[in-house]
Every structure is written in structure tokens, then in C-alpha cells.
């Protein structure tokens, strides 16, 4: 079975400040994944995606992800906050081909950015 | 393309109630999936399409819950009788697995049970 583990409910840091929200996953073969974002009332805008290749990967607003398979892990990272990327963030893992071609996501961190 | 398109936006029902959540996928998407997104349980996954046959429908609470996709345009997530705990938000989502890509979601159906 595939899962994804964000260990911090939520995240605090200052504006203009390096982020960085955790995500752990497990799955077997090698992982499709993918970061969303949730802003209030609003569904969930997907951010970036791991497939193959570059372990760094660059997606919308500035955000980045680092793929390292040795430690399982698909960060997410901006190196300036805004406070405007205050959201919930979710992880998301799917197998190569099996886990029936579904995503699984993890539960989420609230990121707070402040001035 | 005007995205994944869900309505309503809201829904305020009473109890027992028989209510339907709409949804219309982007075009070319071969799966559709309907989440449910509480605070105490997070995103959860209901039920999945794959060209309008369910595949998976081990996410949904019990025998009140039903779903149909009777083309690729069009799913229904259906509730009766309606019921307090069921308040929560309905996303759908689809997606085009053939290209390796994530979900694009709808903004949502608010479902308020009284």
C-alpha cells in the first residue's frame, strides 16, 4: 500500500524567511509525486510534480521540491516567504502502477507566514 | 477549458433529505475521483471512475452514499437520507493518468446537513 506521512500539522515562519514543509512517502517501485496547495474556500491547485529526471523540481509561485529517494522524502521549499503563501499544502504519492492508479494524500500542513 | 466544474457551490439540506452533488471532468480525463474534506478527517477519497466504470468505491461511508458516472461528462454523488455528520466539503477531481499528471480539482460543493 502507498502512503504519505507530513509530519507537521503546521508551519510558522517570517515573511521573506526560507520554508520548508516535510513529506515522507512509501510505495513500492519508483513514485509519481506531486504537491497541492488549498487556499480557504477553494479547492486544490496542484503546485509541482516528481515523475522522472532532475530531483529538483521548480513549479508555480516559486516553489521547489527535492526528491531523495535514499530518505524517501519529497520536501517543499521556497527560499522567501510570502505571506500570500499561507495555505494548506498537501503531499501526494501514486505507484507506478499499481495502488490502482489513485493518489494518496497526506493530511496536510497549514503554513502561516507573518510579517 | 473551464476546469473541473462541481455544483452547487453550497447546499443547506435537512436531515433526511435526498441530496446531489454534480460534477462535469475536463474533457479527455479518463478517471474521476470524489473526495470529501472534513477538519477531523482530512481529504478522504470516495469513490473513483476509470471511462465512467467504478473502480474503487471502498471509501464511501455506507449503503446511503451512491455514485454514478453515466458518460465522461458527468458524475453524480448522491446522499439519502441526508444526515448531520455528512456535512462536509465534496471535491471532484479528474485526471489523465495516460500522461502522468496529478488531479485538477473542482473548487467544491459546501454541504451543510441540519
Known amino acids: 500500500a502507498q502512503s504519505v506521512a507530513q509530519p507537521e500539522d503546521q508551519v510558522n515562519v517570517a515573511e521573506g524567511n526560507p520554508l520548508t514543509v516535510k513529506c515522507t512517502y512509501s510505495?513500492?517501485?519508483?513514485?509519481?509525486l506531486f504537491w497541492y496547495v488549498q487556499y480557504p474556500n477553494r479547492g486544490l491547485q496542484f503546485l509541482l510534480k516528481?515523475?522522472?529526471?532532475?530531483?529538483l523540481v521548480k513549479g508555480s509561485y516559486g516553489f521547489e521540491a527535492e526528491f531523495n529517494k535514499s530518505q524517501t522524502s519529497f520536501h517543499l521549499k521556497k527560499p522567501s516567504a510570502l505571506v500570500s503563501d499561507s495555505a494548506l499544502y498537501f503531499c501526494a504519492v501514486r505507484g507506478p502502477g499499481g495502488g490502482g492508479n489513485k493518489l494518496t494524500f497526506g493530511t496536510g500542513t497549514q503554513l502561516k507566514v507573518e510579517l | 477549458d473551464a476546469g473541473v466544474i462541481q455544483s452547487p457551490r453550497h447546499e443547506v439540506t435537512e436531515m433526511g433529505q435526498e441530496v446531489t452533488l454534480r460534477c462535469k471532468p475536463i474533457?479527455?480525463?479518463?478517471?474521476l475521483f470524489w473526495y470529501r474534506q472534513t477538519m477531523m478527517r482530512g481529504l478522504e477519497l470516495l469513490i473513483y471512475?476509470?471511462?465512467?466504470?467504478?473502480?474503487?468505491d471502498s471509501g464511501m461511508p455506507e449503503d446511503r452514499f451512491s455514485a454514478k458516472m453515466p458518460n465522461a461528462s458527468f458524475s453524480t454523488l448522491k446522499i439519502q437520507p441526508s444526515e448531520p455528520r455528512d456535512s462536509a466539503v465534496y471535491f471532484c477531481?479528474?485526471?489523465?493518468f495516460g500522461l502522468g499528471y496529478g488531479y485538477t480539482f473542482g473548487s467544491g460543493t459546501r454541504l451543510t446537513v441540519v
Open positions: 510505495v513500492s517501485g519508483n513514485p509519481y
Open positions: 477531481a479528474s485526471s489523465n
Open positions: 474533457s479527455g480525463h479518463d478517471y
Open positions: 471512475f476509470n471511462n465512467n466504470v467504478p473502480i474503487d
Open positions: 516528481y515523475i522522472t529526471g532532475d530531483n
